[in-house]
């Protein structure tokens, strides 16, 4: 490892009673400086079984996403750090000095905010949110080099090697994990581009091509259908497709989320003829 400094961009911020630095990191740097959150406990068996819960098949499916997908993109992570001597390096004078500033709201925070996070490379880094993530970029990093120069956002924070501090950093990994909502199924049905399903229920009711569904017919609420001119819900659609879909394949509706619609386009005929025979 190199004795040079590694320099990230970044803006400082405060929330509470952390001060957190939004880096942009390389996924070479993200893969080499970043651990999992065992370190978060003092007993062995307890660290141990936040690395068995990794799902590896997560893992595994995200670095596909990784490198098979030119459109690929991430949240940002959150990473908590300590050991090691990390500096902060603002930035000054940044307040603009030109005719068109007086038109400017410039608040005093931005001119202190905006600078560099420079790390010796032996700072201990571990993932509070976001560990399948990190799992999926390190295999992806081993079996392909190309996405090394990839940067995403890695909100970094200070993290105490104390009792206390491992108290409020395994607080935190609680808040974010935990407490994290799950995309609701109205959201995968609208917005998914890959899910096989909601690919295939967005086109049975958009195109004019598939008679027995269409806008006037199907209750957009995501419990029972209530009013008189829907035969049925969109989300029944859905979850009947899945069966369809997974019957076809010979899988369970939970191993679905494994397969692409652009890989499998032609169970849009499948279902169609299902439903037409229905209709």
């Not at 001119?229 to 989320?257: C, F, G, M, P, W």
Request: hydrophobic share 35%; net charge negative.
């Amino acid at each position: 490892m190199s004795d040079k400094r590694l320099v990230l961009p970044c803006l400082r911020g405060y929330i509470g009673s952390w001060t957190t630095y939004s880096c942009m990191m390389r996924l070479t740097d993200v893969g080499d400086l970043i651990g999992f959150a065992n370190e978060l406990h003092q007993i062995e068996k307890l660290s141990d079984k936040i690395q068995r819960d990794l799902n590896k098949d997560r893992a595994q499916e995200i670095k596909n996403y990784l490198i098979d997908n030119e459109d690929r993109f991430f949240n940002s992570l959150v990473v908590a750090v300590y050991d090691g001597d990390p500096n902060w390096h603002g930035v000054d004078n940044l307040r603009p000095n030109n005719e068109e500033s007086k038109k400017l709201e410039f608040p005093e925070y931005a001119e202190e905010c905006i600078g560099f996070l420079s790390v010796t490379k032996k700072e201990k880094f571990f993932a509070l949110d976001g560990q399948h993530r990190l799992a999926g970029i390190k295999a992806a990093i081993e079996e392909s080099s190309d996405i090394g120069e990839d940067l995403i956002n890695v909100i970094i924070v200070a993290h105490s090697n104390t009792n206390q501090g491992k108290i409020r950093s395994r607080r935190l990994f609680t808040t974010l994990n935990k407490k994290a909502k799950l995309v609701s199924k109205d959201a995968i049905i609208a917005l998914d581009e890959d899910d096989i399903a909601a690919c295939i229920t967005r086109k049975l009711i958009e195109s004019d091509e598939y008679p027995y569904f269409n806008e006037q017919n199907i209750s957009f609420s995501s419990g029972p259908v209530r009013d008189k001119t829907s035969i049925t819900s969109i989300v029944n659609v859905y979850d009947n497709v899945q069966r369809i879909v997974a019957h076809k394949l010979k899988v369970k509706i939970t191993e679905l989320e494994k397969f692409r619609f652009r890989d499998h386009e032609n169970l849009l005929d499948y279902i169609d003829s299902f439903f037409s025979v229905n209709f």
